[in-house]
């Protein structure tokens, strides 16, 4: 498993990877520890059951940083890639309508329209978390796709706590 998170004591990002049975993540650039809350990451066997810690497959149950419990899956696609791909295949494709090469334009259109979607589905999930934005990659867990009003949530939260928020201004 691996995490990408900014570090709460000097916010700067930081990648560690084999976090499956770390107590404490590390900050390499400041040295300050996040402890990893005990039963964050569960264990279980092929048919689901929970077994020892570091055997079987590792599912997150919470952030390991923040530790906030919602975090959402989304596909880890790379989108200037995809884009790129779109780009150089609508490029291409305008070369063999200049030429009246009809099959061969629609063929390129078609071809890198389907080269984006099988990337898109041989692309793995990563976990990101709504509070803090620590994003996991190689783990599973119960968690849904991105949700539009827990993020606004944490959003306003984060406002809040983080006097984000001007001060109200007028006659107190
Ligand atoms: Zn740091
Ligand atoms: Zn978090």
Redesign the pocket.
């Known amino acids: 498993m691996r995490i990408t998170y900014a ?1 709460p ?2 916010r ?1 990002p ?1 990648r560690l990877d084999g976090i499956e049975l770390a107590t404490a993540l590390d ?1 390499p ?2 040295g ?1 520890a996040v402890p990893v809350p005990p039963g964050a990451v569960a264990w279980s066997g092929p048919d689901g059951s929970p077994t020892a810690a570091g055997t079987g497959v590792p599912t997150l149950r919470r952030c390991l940083v923040c530790p906030g419990t919602e975090l959402f899956a989304r596909k880890d696609f790379p989108q200037r890639l995809g884009v790129a791909i779109v780009v150089v295949g609508f490029a291409a494709s305008c070369l063999t309508w200049a030429w009246r090469l009809l099959v061969p334009t629609f063929a390129i259109l078609f071809g890198t329209a389907l080269i984006d979607v099988v990337l898109y589905l041989l692309m793995p999930e990563c976990l990101t978390c709504y509070r803090c934005g620590a994003r996991y990659r190689g783990a599973g867990g119960p968690h849904g796709g991105f949700d539009l009003e827990t993020h606004e949530k944490h959003r306003q939260q984060r406002l809040r706590l983080g006097g984000g928020v001007p001060p109200a201004s007028g006659p107190s």
């Open positions: 570090c004591a000097c700067v930081v900050c650039a400041c300050a």
